[in-house]
């Protein structure tokens, strides 16, 4: 049973509350009932999504809901901001022979303020 997710697994903690878990609840039932009443394969797919969302509302546990909420938990990749390295003649040059001097943190490209490309 190893990878496996167990619906009515009772070591798996509460994800779905109060008015969550009842529109679970009442929307499981609403579908159950109109794919009863439609059949056919549509029906079928109906009754499935009934069941799952009643499942969810019965057991207070969703699977998916707790992987959307691991993957926004999980720290953002620190924002990278764009530099060159700089050519050998920027770094050889005169005007960096003086040690007062120092290269600038950010030069402008002069793509940063367009917001569009140009066609």
């Known amino acids: 049973m190893r ?6 697994d009772k070591s798996a903690p509460q994800n779905v509350h109060g008015w969550e878990r009842a529109a679970s609840l009442a929307g499981g039932l609403v579908l159950m ?9 549509f029906g079928l797919a109906e009754l499935a999504m009934g069941g799952m969302a009643l499942a969810r509302g019965i057991s207070g546990r969703c699977e998916g809901k707790r992987l959307l909420t691991e993957m926004e938990a999980k720290p953002a ?3 990278q901001r764009y530099s ?23 030069t402008p490209m002069g793509n940063e303020s367009r917001t569009t490309p140009r066609v």
């Open 77 to 79: 990749l620190p924002s």
């Open 3 to 8: 990878g496996q997710v167990l619906v009515f």
């Open 84 to 106: 060159h390295m700089p050519m050998d003649s920027e770094v050889h040059s005169s005007d960096f022979t003086d040690t007062s001097v120092q290269m600038p943190d950010s």
């Open 33 to 41: 009932g109109k794919g009863l009443r439609r059949g056919g394969i």
